[in-house]
C-alpha cells in the first residue's frame, strides 16, 4: 500500500498533501524529510570534537547518501562553530545548510552571515516551552516566551525564508500552551515546526497524540511541515519519531549512529531502514540511499570514536550475524526465516555464520564449505564432534580453527 497520512485522520491516502516547504507550497504526499543534526546535536556528545576537515568529510558523505538538511552547528557558540557553518555552507552543494540559534537577535544575525555562502540556507530558532524550562531555565513568563519566539522569527525572515523553529521541551509542555506557541510562530513566518522531546520523557502514543493535536488543533498548521526531534533517555527515541510521522510528521531530525547528548538522538539509519522495510504500513519514502548507511555509519565511529555496540539495530556488527543452530539452519535455507532486512540495502557483504556452542551441523558445513572442503558424512560427524569439544572453550570458533580442525 502507499499514499499519504491525511492531515487530519491520520488515514493513508493516495493524494498528497499540500504543505509549505521552503516558501512554496509543494506536496509531499510521500516524502519524510532526513534533518541531519549529527555535526550539531551529534557533536553535543560527551567527548567528542571534530575537526574541520572532518566534518567536511562527514558533509560531503551526508550529502552523498542523500539527506535534505544538514545542521551544521551552532554559529554563535564559538569561533569554531561560526566556521564549520560557513564552510559547509560554502562547500556543500545540493543540500539546505542549517544553523542553530537562541531567539535572540545576535544568534540570528551571526547564523545568517555564517549560512550567507549557502545555496539554500535554513536558521533554526527556538525557544522551551515546558513550564519547567520556563521557570528553571529561561526565567520567562509564557507570554514572553511566545513574544520572543515570534521576534525571533520575524527578526530571521528578513533573511531566509526557510524558518524552522524549535519549540524546547515539547515533550513536557502544556498542550494548549504549544497549540498557541505553534499558531503564532507559523503566522510569524516558521515554515518548519520542530516539535523535540528534549529529555526523551514521552512514549510513541503520547508522542503521536501530540503531533497529531497540533495539526488538528492549530488553524493554520496546514502552512508549515512538522518535525520530530526525539532523543533517546528511555530507548524510545526512534519509535516516538516513527509515531510522529504516523500522525502527520513530514521532517525526522536525526543523527548517524544515534549519537547525540546523554543517551543520544534518534538514528538516521535506523529511521530510513524501518520507512522502508515497512512501506506497507507508512507508505513513506526518504531520499536517503540504504546501500551507503553502513559506509557512513562507519565513517562516523571512527571520526567521533564512538563505538557502535555490536547488536545495535541496522549497522551493529551483528545485526546480520547468526549464532544458533536453530536461526542458522532457518536462514540458510531461507533468508528471510530470521531476516527481516537483506545485509545489501544497508551495504553490508552479506549474512554471516558466526560458530559457537550453539551452533549446529548445517552452519558448520556451510563454513567448510565456503572455505573449500568437503567430507564423507563419516568425516563430517567426527569433525563436528571434535568442532564441538573446541565450541565449548571458546566464544567463537574462527577461520584458523576450522582448518586446524580439518587437520
Ligand atoms: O533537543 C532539543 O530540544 C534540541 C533543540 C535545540 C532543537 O536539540
Ligand atoms: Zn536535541
Known sequence: MSGSVHRRTGRLQSGGDRRIIRGEVSSLSNQVLIFDTTLRDGEQSPGVRLAMSEKLEVGHALVDIGVDIIEAGFPISSPGDFESVNTLAREL???????????????????????????????????????????????????QALEAGVAAVKHARQYTDDIEYFMEDSGRADRDYVYRVVENIIAAGATTINVPDTTGYTIPMEYFDMIRGIIEHVPNSDKAVFSCHCHNDLGMATANTLAGVQAGARQVEVTVNGIGERAGNTSLEEVVVALKIRQDRFGLDTSVDTKKLLHLSKMVSRLTGMIVQRNKAVVGANAYAHSSGIHQDGVLK??????????????????????????????LKHRLTELGFSFTEDRFERIYEAFLRVADTKSEVDEEDLRELVR
Open 334 to 363: 531461507e533468508r528471510s526465516t530470521y531476516e527481516i532486512i537483506d545485509p545489501t540495502l544497508v551495504g553490508a557483504e552479506k549474512s554471516e555464520i558466526i560458530l559457537t556452542a550453539r551452533s549446529g551441523r548445517h552452519g
Open 93 to 143: 552543494k545540493g543540500v539546505t545548510i542549517c544553523g542553530l540559534t537562541r531567539a535572540r537577535a545576535k544568534d540570528i544575525d551571526v547564523a545568517a552571515e555564517a549560512l550567507e555562502p549557502a545555496e539554500r540556507r535554513r536558521i533554526h530558532t527556538g525557544l522551551g516551552v515546558s513550564d519547567n524550562h520556563l521557570q528553571h531555565k529561561l526565567r520567562m513568563t509564557r507570554d
